[in-house]
């Protein structure tokens, strides 16, 4: 009987802790800007964004940093979707590196995702790869930086950065305390997600602002470019001499294009 009482007080306890995560995960009305959800790549986490959420926070939005599974794009994307689902007004999708083609897939048929921003990332078409897109353009030089891939349990193949190559290959013009923690704690992803076809391109439906950096090795500049152009989008922004995390090196910049687009998807609900 004892063990029964422990029981249910454990359930209990994990329910009111369940509870108290959606009351602070999500706002408790619905704000008068747009939500951000900001969806980090490969070889990064959720606190590649801190100086970027501040800057948000700080002028009123609400802002949710996904914990991006890198599992794979569709598993990836109905993650995100989901997430956004449980949000009850007009969203912003900002996604980095591989995480764009994350926030393309999540967009689908979410009616609330308004807008998209592309932060040193890939926006593929249907079909496309992250793999075939950064191979379109020579100047990557990721495939050098990699460790040695770790074979999962399932057969599945774990991708990192090789941590001496890691400040040189991925965040340049961040400091190298900094760069040295940020390799440390960095977050696999599997070689299938970034040979897995991108489903629709949500870019061809909703308004896209796109920014990377002049000195990025991970994707050739060259690359966002075209993307960017494919997409018409509403405004580009090449941050001179940064790296591939130019979220980390250039906050401002970053947030800036991000409250251009909630700014404009904003205009666009009064409008209607």
Do not use: C
Request: charged share 15%.
């Amino acid at each position: 009987m004892k063990k029964l009482f422990a029981g249910l007080a454990m359930a209990a306890a994990m329910v009111a802790g369940q509870s108290a995560f959606a009351q602070t995960a999500m706002p408790m009305q619905m704000p008068d800007k747009a939500y951000i959800v900001l969806v980090h790549g490969a070889f990064a986490d959720g606190s590649s964004w801190n100086d970027v959420a501040r800057i948000l926070r700080k002028d009123g939005y609400f802002v949710i940093a996904a914990a991006n599974p890198l599992r794979g794009v569709k598993s990836d994307g109905q993650y995100v979707a989901s997430l956004v689902g449980a949000l009850k007004g007009p969203v912003v999708l900002v996604g980095h590196s591989y995480g764009g083609s994350v926030i393309t897939e999540a967009a689908n048929g979410r009616p609330n995702v308004k807008a998209l921003v592309y932060v040193s990332a890939f926006s593929p078409d249907t079909g496309e790869t992250v793999a075939g897109l950064a191979g379109k353009f020579p100047g990557s030089t990721l495939g050098q930086a990699l460790a040695p891939a770790v074979t999962l349990p399932d057969g599945s193949k774990d991708l990192y950065i090789l941590q001496d190559k890691f400040r040189a290959q991925f965040a340049a013009d961040v400091p190298a305390p900094q760069a040295a923690l940020m390799a440390v704690t960095q977050r696999p992803v599997t070689e299938a997600a970034l040979n897995e076809p991108s489903g629709e391109a949500a870019w061809k439906t909703l308004p896209s602002w796109h920014i990377y950096g002049s000195a990025d090795k991970n994707i050739p500049p060259e690359a966002m470019a075209f993307m960017a152009m494919r997409a018409h989008a509403r405004d580009v922004v090449v941050v001179k001499g940064a790296s591939h995390v130019v979220m980390v090196s250039h906050p401002d910049a970053v947030a800036r294009l991000i409250e251009e687009a909630a700014k404009a998807t904003q205009a666009s609900q009064s409008a209607q």
